[in-house]
């Protein structure tokens, strides 16, 4: 199968497996409020922790070549990736919706979402090729380009089977607090399982279906650039090569839809207020421009970039978890613009 179709299909079971596990970082981060639910938190973690432990294995078994992959190549710096984190994380919490929850919650009705997408994408490609580009450069000036990955760092600094420990340590910690889920709600965690796995998944189709006479970028599942890209794709499909990173935009999409009308779940929304519109605006915006900077948004380094134990994608996540942080605590009741919750 080509990687399209495959791309289609992966997209697919995320997207159904995120919507009826409702997969969110910003709704298991609000979850730490006092008296909060941490079943989400707990479901992320546990995504964290299948990914990176089939992503790994699948390189050991050389299903892929993480030494190729984007998070590890990538140059960018990390005070540029650090901020850029931050601003996503704010831009996730005034949309009340990261890219990929709100691709999921437009395949199950609400419309609110797709204004997130439109102006995330628009400010993806601005930052790209458009009028922020000179603004992105600016910011990606602070601090000289760097690369490296955990098990690096660690035999850099002599201690022995650094892989085995970068493995172990984040797997045991990020396993020790996912358990309860087990117990607690096994769909979510079932559905937690299933999203982690697309991401090797990810990193096995774009490394099997490679062309050595026209090479491209090992990737996995991120839903910042590859929105942009979907939108120009859209527009100029005629123009343009369709590819892995917009199957999987589109697979998303029709498997949360699919699993919206399965389950019954599927409710028409909109905006209830211009505050609503606001929000959706300025954060899909925010997130858009971020991402980019970030290299990726929460699941394309939250899980994609973690599960290649890239030190750069550390750093990222935890700009992310900051920028929400801050943005839960200025805007402690954020407008339902994605419904996250």
């Given at each position: 199968?080509?990687?399209v179709?495959?791309?289609?299909?992966?997209?697919?079971?995320?997207?159904?497996?995120?919507?009826?596990?409702?997969?969110?970082?910003l709704?298991?981060?609000?979850?730490l409020?006092?008296?909060?639910?941490?079943?989400?938190?707990?479901?992320?973690?546990?995504?964290?922790?299948?990914?990176?432990?089939?992503?790994?294995?699948?390189?050991?078994?050389?299903?892929?070549?993480?030494?190729?992959?984007?998070?590890?190549?990538?140059?960018?710096?990390?005070?540029?990736?650090?901020?850029?984190?931050?601003?996503?994380?704010?831009?996730?919490?005034l949309?009340?919706?990261?890219?990929?929850?709100?691709?999921?919650?437009?395949?199950?009705?609400?419309?609110?979402?797709?204004?997130?997408?439109?102006?995330?994408?628009?400010a993806?490609?601005?930052?790209?090729?458009?009028?922020?580009?000179?603004?992105?450069?600016?910011?990606?000036?602070?601090?000289?380009?760097?690369?490296?990955?955990?098990?690096?760092?660690?035999?850099?600094?002599g201690?022995?089977?650094?892989?085995?420990?970068?493995?172990?340590?984040?797997?045991?910690?990020?396993g020790?607090?996912?358990?309860?889920?087990?117990?607690?709600s096994?769909?979510?965690?079932m559905?937690?399982?299933?999203?982690?796995?697309?991401?090797?998944?990810?990193?096995?189709?774009?490394?099997?279906?490679?062309?050595?006479?026209?090479?491209?970028?090992?990737?996995?599942?991120?839903?910042?650039?590859?929105?942009?890209?979907?939108?120009?794709?859209?527009?100029l499909?005629?123009?343009?090569?369709?590819?892995?990173?917009?199957?999987?935009?589109g697979?998303?999409?029709?498997?949360?839809?699919?699993?919206?009308?399965?389950?019954?779940?599927?409710?028409?929304?909109?905006?209830?207020?211009?505050?609503?519109?606001?929000?959706?605006?300025?954060?899909?915006?925010?997130?858009?421009?971020?991402?980019?900077?970030?290299?990726?948004?929460?699941i394309?380094?939250?899980?994609?970039?973690?599960?290649?134990?890239?030190?750069?994608?550390?750093?990222?996540?935890?700009?992310?978890?900051?920028?929400?942080?801050?943005?839960?605590?200025?805007?402690?009741?954020p407008?339902?613009a994605?419904?996250?919750?």
């Open positions: 199968m080509s990687a179709a495959l791309g289609l299909v992966l997209g697919a079971v995320f997207g159904a497996a995120a919507g009826t596990g409702r997969f969110c970082l709704r298991g981060l609000k979850g409020r006092p008296g909060g639910d941490l079943t989400a938190l707990r479901a992320f973690a546990l995504a964290m922790v299948v990914a990176l432990l089939a992503t790994q294995t699948l390189n050991l078994a050389g299903g892929t070549d993480l030494g190729a992959a984007m998070p590890l190549r990538a140059s960018n710096p990390w005070p540029s990736m650090l901020t850029g984190g931050v601003i996503f994380g704010l831009g996730m919490v949309a009340n919706a990261c890219g990929a929850r709100a691709l999921v919650l437009l395949g199950g009705g609400n419309l609110r979402s797709l204004l997130v997408l439109l102006c995330l994408g628009l993806a490609q601005a930052t790209l090729t458009g009028v922020l580009a000179p603004l992105r450069m600016a910011v990606q000036q602070m601090g000289s380009p760097s690369t490296g990955s955990l098990p690096q760092l660690l035999a850099s600094a201690l022995g089977f650094p892989l085995a420990l970068s493995v172990a340590a984040p797997a045991l910690l990020l020790l607090f996912a358990l309860p889920l087990l117990r607690r096994p769909l979510e965690a559905m937690a399982a299933i999203v982690g796995l697309t991401v090797a998944g990810g990193w096995w189709i774009t490394f099997a279906t490679d062309d050595p006479f026209d090479p491209r970028p090992l990737t996995s599942i991120s839903f910042v650039g590859p929105v942009g890209e979907s939108l120009l794709w859209t527009m499909a005629t123009g343009r090569q369709l590819g892995f990173a917009v199957a999987v935009i697979g998303t999409l029709a498997g949360a839809f699919a699993a919206a009308i399965l389950t019954r779940s599927f409710r028409p929304e909109s905006f209830g207020s211009p505050r609503q519109m606001l929000g959706a605006t300025f954060g899909g915006v925010l997130m858009g421009f971020g991402g980019v900077l970030a290299l990726g948004c929460s394309g380094q939250g899980l994609s970039g973690f599960s290649t134990l890239s030190l750069g994608s550390l750093v990222a996540l935890a700009g992310i978890v900051a920028g929400a942080a801050v943005g839960l605590s200025l805007f402690p009741h407008s339902p994605g419904a996250t919750t």
